[in-house]
């Protein structure tokens, strides 16, 4: 899968591929976000939203938000999404759920692949500047923890791959900036 | 539901309980105050006690309180009982936006002379039916028009304006009441009838008495535009309270107004 390969290449392989690969590479973000994990006698999959923001601004662009899509009882998911705090206060709290393109159902635990094509869907067009992407995520009967990756759009060489790491609620998150 | 069995006296039983200046004060605890989904619900706790938040006095009595949806409309409490130290009731919110829900207390206290000896009058008089309370022969008659505010804030999706009635000491948004963060300082600005109340001290009193040694007290007060700037140390409850006394009374015989207004903000962490 190019996701996974531009990620164990990493830095050294993305500057020859911003060179030769436009065409069938569109530029864009590739993201890894792995969901650690954690032995609870009974483990509900998190609640994670990744956006982008930009120093002094205070609003943000959501790339992805994964729910409890599915009724449970009497209850919707959506009644949770504000408990991923920092999202819901920067963006969630605007947008309606079930977001075309945006939202999802909760991951499994292990490895998540991501890619957004910039100018299309959720990223759109970027303006160059420079860009945080956050990875927030909230576990019922757990914790909740947020993980920022800096990095400027347009991706300059060498500095394609962003690598970050939660403690607790978030494992390796690995962001691949395409030119 | 309950708001339609409420009569204007029923809804001023509290009245003679002048909050402001009086060791006991009034709250309300709503459940959330920022909340998301299609609907959710809320339920408030109200009561007056000595410590905001603790349990151990007495209950804010029903009828009186009401809770007004983003669009203006009055909306139905649900689920009220009054227990020995709370009275409690459900708000069911279908409308994205931000809810009000309080208690507005109008009407007349005040004392007279009969042979020798002060005489309060007592609870939820109006305008209307002061006078009947009042025997004749009495002298040294005192009346205070009273308006006092009590309400809270809960938001269901994206925050939306909350418009002052005009009437009264009223807060209005700078920063929303339901968007506040700790570590991040906030705007208020207050009104009496609709225009700035510059030099209005202000109470702020942290949730969690029970658990420190001292109040936690702090006091603030609005600049010239009637403004005033809060930060907020912790996440929590806050119980907000300010009081001014005027003379512009609608009833003549009345040689002030008080007026007061109580909120509950609810502080998230960052």
Do not use: C
Not at chain 1, 152 to 178: C, D, F, H, N, Y
């Amino acid at each position: 899968m190019k996701i996974s390969h531009n990620i164990v290449i990493g830095g050294l392989a993305a500057p020859a591929s911003a060179l030769f690969a436009f065409p069938a590479m569109p530029a864009g973000l590739d993201l890894s976000i792995t969901i650690p994990q954690i032995k609870v006698a009974e483990y509900h999959r998190p609640y994670v939203a990744v956006w982008l923001e930009q120093p002094d601004q205070p609003t943000a662009r959501t790339l992805s938000v994964w729910y409890q899509t599915v009724k449970k009882g009497n209850e919707e998911g959506t009644k949770w999404l504000h408990d991923v705090r920092s999202w819901w206060r920067k963006s969630g709290r605007s947008m309606r759920f079930p977001a075309d393109g945006i939202s999802g159902a909760t991951r499994a635990p292990g490895p998540q692949k991501l890619s957004f094509t910039a100018g299309k869907g959720p990223l759109g067009t970027l303006a160059p500047g420079n860009y945080e992407l956050v990875v927030e995520a909230a576990r019922e009967d757990g914790g909740r923890e947020l993980v920022r990756l800096p990095f400027a759009w347009p991706a300059t060489p060498g500095q394609t791959m962003v690598r970050a790491s939660g403690k607790s609620e978030l494992g390796a998150i690995a962001l691949s900036v395409k030119p | 539901m309950l708001r339609s069995l409420a009569t204007a006296a029923a809804a001023l039983a509290l009245l003679a309980t002048p909050f402001a200046a009086e060791a006991h004060r009034p709250w309300l605890r709503p459940s959330s105050t920022v909340l998301s989904g299609d609907e959710s619900w809320v339920t408030v706790d109200a009561a007056a006690s000595t410590d905001p938040f603790v349990l151990d006095h007495q209950p804010l009595r029903l009828p009186g309180f009401a809770a007004w949806a983003p669009d203006g409309h009055e909306v139905p409490l649900e689920n009220a009982l009054t227990g020995r130290y709370r009275t409690t009731f459900d708000v069911h919110l279908t409308q994205q936006g931000s809810y009000r829900i309080g208690l507005v207390q109008n009407g007349i206290a005040g004392s007279y002379m009969l042979n020798g000896e002060q005489k309060r009058l007592p609870r939820g008089l109006t305008k209307d039916n002061y006078s009947d309370q009042i025997p004749s022969g009495v002298t040294d008659v005192a009346l205070s028009e009273v308006l006092n505010r009590n309400e809270t804030y809960v938001t269901l999706g994206q925050p939306t304006p909350l418009k002052p009635t005009g009437q009264g000491l009223e807060l209005v948004p700078v920063t929303h009441p339901n968007d506040l963060v700790a570590g991040e300082p906030a705007t208020f600005a207050f009104l009496i009838d609709g225009k700035p109340a510059p030099s209005l001290s202000i109470t702020i009193i942290p949730d969690g008495r029970r658990y420190r040694d001292d109040t936690a007290e702090r006091r603030f007060v609005t600049d010239a535009t009637g403004r005033v700037t809060i930060d907020w140390p912790a996440p929590g409850l806050y119980w907000l309270n300010a009081t001014a006394t005027d003379a512009r009374v609608s009833l003549p015989a009345a040689k002030e107004r008080r007026l007061g207004y109580t909120t509950t903000l609810e502080v998230l962490a960052p």
